[in-house]
C-alpha cells in the first residue's frame, strides 16, 4: 500500500457518521468514566477507551485529535473540550488509565497464543480473496471485535501478506494434486512445442483474432480443440478459489513462454489451467463472432453483385428491349403471313438470348425490393468446410421455436459437407426464413446449397438474438443464464414498480392529455408547423451575434492566461493533484507504478497513437521494454475505469466546472476513427465515413466536460444499445440522472429501460416527419395527429411481460449484465419476441410522451443542442490528441483498440482537469483586474483547449518547474489585456 493508505486505516475518525457509530458510550462506560476525579482525567479515559474501540489502537502522546470526535465524546460526558490540554501534560495519569481500562473491558494485546490463532483464521478468509488490502480491512475488524490492541500497520500488514501468501501457495498444491499425469504432460507441451520455430503453442494461442475469413474461423475452430484437449476444463475445482483462479488467468495471459518456463512446475501449470479455462469462453465468442461476420459478409457480397447486375442489366437494357421489340415484330409477322414464327423467332436471337432476356426483365420490373438472396451462392464456398467444423465444434441449445432449426443442424454436422451423401427426405424448413423459401424449394425439390446457406444465416441470427445458446461461451449465453444474479450479489429493490396495472393507468392518463393538448393547439398555431399530415420544427431562434464575439473574446483572454506546457508535465500535474496513477495497481500484486514517469509515457504513447517504440526513442525515461512492461502489467479495463473515475470526480469538484452544468446530465456519441497497416483487417467499412475501415469509439461525457466512459465498437454497428453502458458503467461518484444522445442512440427500448431505471432519456430528434405516435386510444380521439400514429398500444402484452421486465431491469441496475449485451439481444429478437415486443411497447410511450415534448418546447431542444455540443467539442480534443500515424490505429485486436480508446479518454480527462484549474484562476486574475464577468458568458467558456499544450513530439519532463504556494505554475501575467 502507499503511504497515505497505511495512514488513513488507523487513523481517528473525522466523520461524524462513523464517530456516532463507535464512539456513543453507554450507562457502564459512563460510569467507568465517572470514576476519574477531574474533568481531565475523565476525558482522557473517555478518549482512550473509544480510541481503542476504533480505530482500535493506542491514543499517541501529542496525537491531534478531530475536533468532531473530541466534542462528541466531549459532550456526552459533560465536560469542556479545552481540558483535554490539562490532560495531555500527564503522561503517568494517561498509562495508568490505559491499564485500567484494558482490564475492565478485557482489551488484550497480540501476543503468541493469539496471533497463531488469528494467523489460521486469516488463512481461511485469505482463500476467496485476491486484494490483501480486503483482507487487511477484515483483519483489523476482527482484532476490534474480539478486543486486541492493534500494534503498529507494519506488524498486521505484514500478517496479511503472509497470509494472503499462505493460502495462494495451499490453492496452488491443492489444484496441482488433481491434475493427473496426462494433464501435466499436455499442459507442458503447451510452453514447450512450437507451432513454428519462434512461437509456442500457447502464444499461439492468444493471437489476436485475425480478419474475416474462412480460414481464420477454421484457425479458431483449431485453438477451441487445443484447449479442450488439455482437460483443464475437466479438473474440478473448489468454487472457493475462483476469485485467485481470475488471477491467475489474468496473469496467466500475459506470461510468456519463458517465463512460464522459469516457475515452479505446480504453479506453472496451475497458472496455465486457469489461463486455458478462460481462453475456452474467449475462443468460443470470438468463432462465433467469426462465424457471424462470415455470414454478415456473404449477404454484403450478394447484395453487390445484384447491384451489379443491375447496373449491367440497364446498360444492356437498350440492346434487350430493340431485340425483344424485334421478336415480337417477327412473331407479328409470320402470324400474319402464316409462316413459321419458331424460325422468325430464332432468325433474331438465339432462344438461351431470349431466355436471359425474359428473366431479367422479370427481375427488374418485379414489385417490391430486389431480393440479394438469388445472388448468395457463390458464398457457399465459404462454408462447405468451415461451416460443418463450426457446428461440430459446440453444443447449440435453444428455445423451443428453433427445435426445426436444431434439427437441421444435426442434419449439416452429419452430412459433413460430403455431397456425395443426398439430404435426407423430410429435411426440416420451419427455420427457413420467407425471403429464402423461393430459393430454397425450386419445383418442390430442395436446393442443397440455399438449404444450407439459409440453415447457417437462421443459425447466425438466432444467436445474435439470444434464441440459441452456446453454453461454454460467455457473451451467447442463454436470457436466464445473463440475468441470473452471481451467489454472493443482493439484489436492489430501489425503483422497481411492482403494480403494472398503477404505472400504466399513470402513464395512459398522462399519454392521453399530452396528445390531446398538442391536438388542441395546432389549429391555433403556425400552419407551417402541421403540413402534408407531417410535423414539423418551429423556426429556432438565431444566436445574438454580439454575444457570440463576446464569448469568443472572454475565451481568448483567460486561455491568455494559462501558462504554456507539455503534455508530459500536465500529466505530472493532474498526477500530484489527484493521484490517479495509484489505480494502476499491478496485476499480481496490486502495487502501483514504481517508475511514475515511465508509466505517463506508456500511457502519451498510447494515447497520442505514438507507440512504445518510437516513445522510447523521444522520451528518453525509459526503453521499450520498460514501457512494454508498464503497458502489460498495470493497463487493463478495471484500472483504466478506476483511474477515469478519480479524474471525473477531481473535474466535479473543482469551482470551475460548476459553471458548465449541474453535474447530473450525461451525453454520448460516436467518434471514427480510420484503420491503417494490420488493423485494417479488422475494421469494416461504413459508407457515411468514406471507402475505408473504421471503428468508432463510443464516448460519454457529464455536463461538466468530464469523461465517463468509452468503448470501442464496429463501424458499422448502431449506437442505441451502447448508450447505456457509460451511465450505468461508470466508476465515479457522480449521480447522473438525464442522458442525452445523437439520432444513433435512439431505439423504443432504450426508452423503455432508461424510463424503469429512473432516468430521464433526452435524444436529439433531428426531425419529427418520420416519427410515429403511439397511444391506448384510438388514434380518430386526437383529430389532426390522426395520420400519424401507428398501432394501438398493447396493454395486455406488457402487463402479461412485466416480471421478465422487472428481472431485465434489476439485472442492468445491479450491474449483473453490461446493458449493451443484453439491450444487443433484445434489439435483434424477432418481432414475435413477446419479451423484446413488450419492452418496445413501453418504449412507445415514453417516446411518444418525449416527441410532443420535443415538439413543444424550444428550451428543451437548446439545452440537448448545447449537451451534444459538448461531446463533439471533446471529440474535437480527442482528435488532437491522437494525431500521430495520421490518426490511423494500427492495433489488430478489439483488446488493443480498447486499451488506446481508454488511454486516449483518460488523457483528455487529464486536460480538460488542468484546464479547469487554470480556467479558474485566470477569471480571478481577470476579475482581479477590475474585468466585469458576465455569468451567461463564463458558462459558455469550455475546458477543452489545446493550445497552450504541447502535444507533439516534444514528450520529455521538465526539472524544476516554477509553482507557487499552491503547487500550481504562475499565470502568464505579462500578456494584460
Known amino acids: 500500500m502507499t503511504g497515505p493508505q497505511r495512514d488513513a486505516l488507523l487513523a481517528l475518525p473525522d466523520d461524524e457518521a462513523i464517530v456516532v457509530r463507535y464512539h456513543s458510550m453507554d450507562p457502564n462506560d459512563l460510569a467507568a468514566i465517572n470514576s476519574a476525579r477531574t474533568p481531565e482525567t475523565r476525558l482522557g479515559y473517555a478518549l482512550q477507551l473509544c480510541c481503542l474501540r476504533y480505530p482500535g489502537r493506542h491514543l499517541r502522546r501529542g496525537e491531534l485529535l478531530p475536533a468532531v470526535m473530541l466534542d462528541h465524546i466531549a459532550e456526552q460526558i459533560g465536560v469542556d473540550a479545552e481540558v483535554i490540554a490539562d490532560f495531555a501534560r500527564r503522561a503517568p495519569t494517561r498509562y495508568d488509565q490505559l491499564l485500567t481500562i484494558k482490564a475492565r473491558f478485557g482489551y488484550i494485546e497480540l501476543a503468541s497464543p493469539t496471533r497463531t490463532t488469528l494467523r489460521a483464521w486469516l488463512e481461511l478468509e485469505a482463500v476467496g480473496l485476491i486484494d490483501g488490502r480486503v483482507l487487511l480491512g477484515r483483519l483489523l475488524d476482527e482484532l476490534?471485535?474480539?478486543?486486541?490492541?492493534?500494534?503498529?500497520?507494519?506488524?498486521?500488514?505484514?500478517?496479511?501478506?503472509?497470509?494472503?501468501?499462505?493460502?495462494?501457495?495451499?490453492?496452488?498444491?491443492?489444484?496441482?494434486?488433481?491434475?493427473?499425469?496426462?494433464?501435466?504432460?499436455r499442459l507442458d507441451a503447451l510452453i514447450a512445442e512450437k507451432t513454428h520455430d519462434r512461437q509456442s503453442r500457447f502464444s499461439w494461442l492468444r493471437e489476436p483474432v485475425p480478419r474475416v475469413a474462412s480460414a481464420s474461423l477454421i484457425g479458431l475452430l483449431d485453438k477451441v480443440v487445443l484447449v479442450r484437449a488439455t482437460g483443464a476444463n475437466a479438473v474440478v475445482i473448489d468454487r472457493r478459489y475462483d476469485p485467485r483462479m481470475e488471477q491467475f488467468a489474468r496473469e496467466g495471459i500475459r506470461y510468456t513462454a519463458q517465463a512460464f518456463q522459469q516457475m515452479g512446475p505446480a504453479r506453472r501449470r496451475v497458472i496455465l489451467v486457469a489461463t486455458l479455462r478462460e481462453f475456452e469462453p474467449t475462443l468460443t465468442d470470438a468463432a462465433i463472432g467469426m462465424f457471424g461476420s462470415l455470414i454478415g459478409r456473404a449477404h454484403l457480397r450478394a447484395r453487390k453483385r445484384l447491384e451489379q447486375a443491375i447496373v449491367a442489366s440497364a446498360d444492356q437494357g437498350r440492346d434487350r428491349l430493340i431485340r425483344v421489340a424485334a421478336v415480337l415484330e417477327a412473331v407479328s409477322q409470320a402470324a400474319r403471313a402464316?409462316?413459321?414464327?419458331?424460325?422468325?423467332?430464332?432468325?433474331?436471337?438465339?432462344?438461351?438470348?431470349?431466355?436471359?432476356?425474359?428473366?431479367?426483365?422479370?427481375?427488374?420490373?418485379?414489385?417490391?425490393?430486389?431480393?440479394?438472396?438469388?445472388?448468395?451462392?457463390?458464398?457457399?464456398?465459404?462454408?462447405?468446410?468451415?461451416?460443418?467444423?463450426?457446428?461440430?465444434?459446440?453444443?447449440?441449445?435453444?428455445?423451443?421455436?428453433?427445435?426445426?432449426?436444431?434439427?437441421?443442424?444435426?442434419?449439416?454436422?452429419?452430412?459433413?459437407?460430403?455431397?456425395?451423401?443426398?439430404?435426407?427426405?423430410?429435411?426440416?424448413?420451419?427455420?427457413?426464413?420467407?425471403?429464402?423459401?423461393?430459393?430454397?424449394?425450386?419445383?418442390?425439390?430442395?436446393?442443397?446449397?440455399?438449404?444450407?446457406?439459409?440453415?447457417?444465416?437462421?443459425?447466425?441470427?438466432?444467436?445474435?438474438?439470444?434464441?440459441?445458446?452456446?453454453?461454454?461461451?460467455?457473451?451467447?449465453?442463454?436470457?436466464?443464464?445473463?440475468?441470473?444474479?452471481?451467489?454472493?450479489?443482493?439484489?436492489?429493490?430501489?425503483?422497481?414498480?411492482?403494480?403494472?396495472?398503477?404505472?400504466?393507468?399513470?402513464?395512459?392518463?398522462?399519454?392521453?392529455?399530452?396528445?390531446?393538448?398538442?391536438?388542441?393547439?395546432?389549429?391555433?398555431?403556425?400552419?407551417?408547423?402541421?403540413?402534408?399530415?407531417?410535423?414539423?420544427?418551429?423556426?429556432?431562434?438565431?444566436?445574438?451575434?454580439?454575444?457570440?464575439?463576446?464569448?469568443r473574446r472572454l475565451a481568448m483572454n483567460c486561455y491568455g492566461l494559462v501558462p504554456t506546457t507539455r503534455i508530459t508535465d500536465v500529466l505530472s500535474q493532474v498526477e500530484r493533484w489527484t493521484g490517479f496513477t495509484a489505480q494502476f495497481g499491478h496485476v499480481s500484486t496490486g502495487l502501483p507504478p514504481g517508475d511514475e514517469r515511465a508509466f505517463l509515457a506508456a500511457l502519451i504513447a498510447e494515447a497520442t497513437n505514438l507507440g512504445l517504440s518510437r516513445m522510447a526513442?523521444?522520451?528518453?525515461?525509459?526503453?521499450?521494454?520498460?514501457?512494454?512492461?508498464?503497458?502489460?502489467?498495470?493497463?487493463?479495463?478495471?484500472?483504466?475505469?478506476?483511474?477515469?473515475?478519480?479524474?471525473?470526480?477531481?473535474?466535479?469538484?473543482?469551482?470551475?466546472?460548476?459553471?458548465?452544468?449541474?453535474?447530473?446530465?450525461?451525453?454520448?456519441?460516436?467518434?471514427?476513427?480510420?484503420?491503417?497497416?494490420?488493423?485494417?483487417?479488422?475494421?469494416?467499412?461504413?459508407?457515411?465515413?468514406?471507402?475505408?475501415?473504421?471503428?468508432?469509439?463510443?464516448?460519454?461525457?457529464t455536463d461538466r466536460y468530464a469523461p465517463l466512459h468509452q468503448t470501442v465498437i464496429a463501424g458499422t454497428a448502431g449506437e442505441a444499445i451502447h448508450a447505456l453502458d457509460g451511465i450505468l458503467g461508470h466508476e465515479s461518484s457522480a449521480n447522473l440522472s438525464a442522458l442525452h444522445v445523437d439520432g444513433g442512440g435512439v431505439s423504443d427500448i432504450v426508452f423503455a429501460v432508461m424510463h424503469l431505471l429512473g432516468l430521464d432519456f433526452e435524444p436529439r430528434i433531428p426531425r419529427l416527419s418520420d416519427r410515429r405516435l403511439y397511444a391506448f386510444e384510438t388514434s380518430k380521439r386526437y383529430g389532426r395527429l390522426a395520420p400519424l400514429f401507428g398501432h394501438r398500444l398493447n396493454r395486455d402484452l406488457i402487463v402479461n411481460h412485466w416480471p421478465d421486465i422487472q428481472r431485465v431491469i434489476g439485472a442492468m441496475r445491479d450491474r449483473t449484465v453490461t446493458p449493451s449485451l443484453i439491450?444487443?439481444?433484445?434489439?435483434?429478437?424477432?418481432?414475435?419476441?413477446?419479451?423484446?415486443?413488450?419492452?418496445?411497447?413501453?418504449?412507445?410511450?415514453?417516446?411518444?410522451?418525449?416527441?410532443?415534448?420535443?415538439?413543444?418546447?424550444?428550451?428543451?431542444?437548446?439545452?440537448?443542442?448545447?449537451?451534444?455540443?459538448?461531446?463533439?467539442?471533446?471529440?474535437s480534443l480527442a482528435r488532437a490528441v491522437a494525431f500521430h500515424r495520421l490518426g490511423r490505429f494500427r492495433d489488430r485486436g478489439l483488446e488493443n483498440q480498447q486499451m488506446r480508446a481508454a488511454a486516449l479518454n483518460l488523457v483528455t480527462a487529464a486536460i480538460i482537469l488542468f484546464n479547469c484549474r487554470y480556467l479558474g484562476r485566470a477569471l480571478a486574475e481577470l476579475e482581479k483586474r477590475g474585468t466585469k464577468l458576465d455569468p451567461t458568458l463564463i458558462s459558455q467558456l469550455s475546458p477543452l483547449g489545446w493550445d497552450r499544450i504541447n502535444l507533439t513530439g516534444d514528450y520529455v519532463w521538465s526539472d524544476g518547474i516554477e509553482l507557487d504556494a499552491d503547487g500550481l505554475m504562475p499565470l502568464k501575467l505579462a500578456n494584460r489585456s
Open 617 to 701: 526513442e523521444v522520451c528518453g525515461v525509459a526503453s521499450r521494454r520498460a514501457l512494454l512492461r508498464m503497458q502489460t502489467w498495470h493497463m487493463r479495463e478495471e484500472t483504466f475505469r478506476a483511474a477515469l473515475g478519480c479524474l471525473t470526480d477531481a473535474i466535479h469538484a473543482e469551482p470551475m466546472a460548476a459553471w458548465f452544468g449541474e453535474g447530473w446530465r450525461a451525453s454520448a456519441d460516436g467518434q471514427a476513427y480510420y484503420l491503417g497497416g494490420a488493423g485494417e483487417a479488422g475494421g469494416l467499412v461504413n459508407a457515411h465515413y468514406g471507402r475505408d475501415p473504421i471503428v468508432k469509439i463510443y464516448t460519454t461525457i
Open 338 to 551: 402464316g409462316g413459321d414464327i419458331a424460325a422468325a423467332v430464332a432468325a433474331v436471337a438465339p432462344l438461351d438470348t431470349i431466355d436471359a432476356d425474359a428473366a431479367l426483365i422479370r427481375r427488374t420490373t418485379r414489385p417490391g425490393r430486389d431480393n440479394a438472396i438469388s445472388e448468395i451462392a457463390p458464398e457457399y464456398r465459404t462454408f462447405k468446410r468451415a461451416g460443418p467444423r463450426f457446428l461440430r465444434a459446440f453444443v447449440f441449445e435453444g428455445r423451443k421455436s428453433t427445435v426445426p432449426l436444431r434439427a437441421a443442424i444435426k442434419i449439416l454436422v452429419e452430412l459433413d459437407g460430403d455431397w456425395r451423401t443426398p439430404l435426407p427426405d423430410g429435411v426440416p424448413l420451419g427455420h427457413i426464413e420467407r425471403r429464402w423459401q423461393q430459393y430454397v424449394v425450386t419445383d418442390s425439390k430442395i436446393d442443397r446449397t440455399y438449404w444450407e446457406l439459409a440453415t447457417y444465416s437462421a443459425l447466425a441470427g438466432a444467436l445474435a438474438a439470444g434464441d440459441i445458446w452456446v453454453p461454454t461461451s460467455r457473451l451467447h449465453r442463454s436470457l436466464d443464464t445473463l440475468l441470473a444474479p452471481s451467489a454472493d450479489a443482493a439484489p436492489s429493490q430501489i425503483g422497481q414498480i411492482s403494480d403494472p396495472h398503477a404505472w400504466l393507468d399513470a402513464r395512459a392518463v398522462e399519454l392521453d392529455a399530452a396528445l390531446l393538448g398538442v391536438s388542441r393547439g395546432l389549429p391555433g398555431g403556425d400552419p407551417a408547423l402541421f403540413t402534408g399530415d407531417r410535423l414539423r420544427f418551429p423556426k429556432e431562434p438565431k444566436t445574438d451575434l454580439a454575444e457570440r464575439d463576446d464569448g
Open 144 to 185: 476490534r471485535n474480539r478486543k486486541i490492541v492493534i500494534p503498529g500497520i507494519s506488524v498486521v500488514e505484514r500478517m496479511a501478506a503472509e497470509a494472503m501468501h499462505a493460502a495462494e501457495s495451499r490453492i496452488i498444491a491443492d489444484i496441482d494434486d488433481r491434475l493427473d499425469s496426462d494433464i501435466r504432460s
Open 823 to 875: 439491450l444487443k439481444k433484445l434489439s435483434a429478437y424477432r418481432q414475435q419476441n413477446s419479451l423484446a415486443a413488450a419492452l418496445r411497447e413501453v418504449g412507445r410511450i415514453e417516446r411518444t410522451l418525449f416527441t410532443l415534448r420535443w415538439f413543444q418546447d424550444p428550451a428543451l431542444r437548446q439545452l440537448v443542442t448545447g449537451e451534444l455540443n459538448k461531446g463533439e467539442a471533446r471529440n
